[in-house]
C-alpha cells in the first residue's frame, strides 16, 4: 500500500511540477504561455533560429554530432551517434553552451529541451531581452560535455582506446611452436 501511495504521490508531482510545452506554429508556449518563436533554419539541416515573438533574434541552435563506440546500442543507435545542440548568439560569433537534444520517440520536439532551460534559467526577460547575468550562469550550469566527449575521442586513435592483455604465465605441459 506504501508503494502504491508512494508512486501516486510521484506521479502528481511530476504533472504538478512539469513544465508543458508545446510548439504550434512556430511559436514555443510554456504552460499555456508564449515564450519564444522557433524557427527552422532553411539553409542548414537540424538547425534553429530562437527569436523573440516580435521577430528580435535571441538565439542559433547549431546541430552536431559524432560517433561514440559506448553509445552503441543494436536496437536504437547502431552506429552510436551522439547529437546535440550548439546554443549560439545570433551574430554565431559565441558558443553559450551546449545541450542534449530531447530523447523521446513520439510527442515532443527535440527543441523542448532548450526551452525548459531558457524558461527556467529566466534568460528571456518579459520585454524579450537577454538577461545575460542569468545566461552566463546558465552556461557554467550546462558547460561545454559535448565537445569535450569528442575532442577526446578525436584524440584516441581510430576513435577508440585498445587495451592489450597479454597472458605471461607459464602453461603445464608441452608447448609446440610450429613455424618459428
Excluded: W
Excluded at 552503441?72 to 550548439?86: A, I, P, T
Excluded at 548568439?89 to 520517440?105: G, K, P
Aim: glycine share 8%.
Amino acid at each position: 500500500m506504501k508503494k502504491v501511495l508512494f508512486g501516486f504521490a510521484l506521479i502528481i508531482t511530476s504533472l504538478t511540477f512539469g513544465q508543458k510545452i508545446k510548439l504550434k506554429k512556430e511559436i514555443a508556449s510554456v504552460d499555456g504561455k508564449d515564450f519564444v518563436k522557433v524557427i527552422k533554419d532553411p539553409i542548414a539541416d537540424d538547425c534553429y533560429n530562437i527569436t523573440t515573438l516580435d521577430g528580435k533574434d535571441l538565439f542559433y541552435l547549431k546541430f552536431n554530432s559524432y560517433k561514440d563506440p559506448k553509445e552503441v546500442d543494436y536496437k536504437y543507435n547502431k552506429m552510436g551517434f551522439v547529437s546535440y545542440f550548439e546554443v549560439m548568439s545570433a551574430d554565431l560569433n559565441t558558443v553559450y553552451f551546449e545541450t542534449d537534444i530531447t530523447h523521446c520517440m513520439m510527442g515532443c520536439n527535440n527543441t523542448d529541451n532548450i526551452i525548459k532551460m531558457l524558461f527556467g534559467g529566466r534568460v528571456v526577460k518579459d520585454d524579450g531581452s537577454l538577461d545575460m547575468n542569468r545566461l552566463e550562469i546558465l552556461s557554467k550550469k550546462a558547460g561545454f560535455e559535448y565537445s569535450k566527449k569528442r575532442d577526446e575521442m578525436a584524440n584516441t586513435p581510430n576513435g577508440t582506446n585498445t587495451v592489450i592483455i597479454q597472458d605471461s604465465r607459464p602453461r603445464n605441459g608441452f608447448n609446440i611452436s610450429v613455424g618459428r
